[in-house]
């Protein structure tokens, strides 16, 4: 899975100041260091296997956690739905929303990367999409895999989606999450719920400082990028504790 990585050597390569914003955050000073990191504002129980999409059951406690983080409220009902299904499907896992929050935000600025929104039912639009993965300065070389059908390029891979799956990762693990019966990398609730799948098969038990450590580093081999996201997952938090 290549992410952060590829957006932020297109920054560098095509110099768009928007791409930038994604690359750096700055916590706050108080904002604590904890691996893993807090889980914030304690997600509301939810039938998961209601019809339709599921996580807009989730729209009261998204639109409280939207005020104070800034995140929109479908980013975070899909956020949100996605920890209470692992809660259910691999409860010792332990993943949080706050976490897979990281991850977006690192990812896309959770799904509004270079000018990209997130719709009403999830849809990020237009498609967001990393740079060709060629093996250029900073940038793994990956052959395409797909005929350009996921990520539009029939000669070399690219990252894909608000979460920023390549086509072979989304492939193997990509998940419908929204019930509209396909499995779509540019809709957040598909995004969310197959990262957070991904996490927990990595890493086992995200609620230990070695399994949340496992799981990023199968997500994006960098040191740097797993404290941006621990950084950012604990801002979250603290931001939306009660």
Request: proline letters at 7%.
């Amino acid at each position: 899975m290549i992410s952060r990585r590829a957006l932020c050597a297109g920054a560098a390569v095509l110099a768009l100041a928007t791409t930038l914003a994604a690359c750096s955050f700055e916590p706050e000073p108080a904002i604590p260091q904890a691996l893993p990191p807090l889980p914030g504002a304690a997600v509301p129980l939810i039938d998961v296997d209601a019809p339709g999409r599921t996580a807009g059951q989730l729209a009261d406690w998204a639109t409280g956690v939207s005020d104070a983080t800034g995140i929109s409220s479908t980013a975070l009902e899909a956020y949100g739905y996605a920890a209470a299904v692992m809660a259910q499907s691999r409860p010792d896992c332990g993943i949080t929303w706050t976490t897979i929050a990281g991850i977006a935000g690192v990812e896309s600025r959770h799904g509004t990367h270079r000018g990209a929104s997130v719709d009403v039912d999830g849809t990020v639009a237009p498609p967001i999409r990393g740079i060709p993965l060629d093996g250029g300065p900073g940038v793994a070389e990956i052959p395409d895999t797909d005929g350009g059908a996921l990520d539009g390029d029939a000669v070399h891979d690219r990252a894909m989606g608000p979460l920023q799956f390549i086509p072979e990762t989304w492939r193997r693990w990509g998940v419908d999450a929204n019930g509209d019966g396909v499995v779509d990398v540019d809709s957040i609730d598909d995004a969310a719920l197959t990262a957070a799948r991904y996490l927990c098969a990595r890493g086992g038990d995200l609620t230990v400082e070695a399994g949340w450590r496992q799981a990023l580093m199968a997500y994006n081999l960098s040191g740097e990028y797993l404290l941006d996201v621990r950084d950012r997952a604990n801002t979250y938090a603290v931001r939306s504790a009660p």
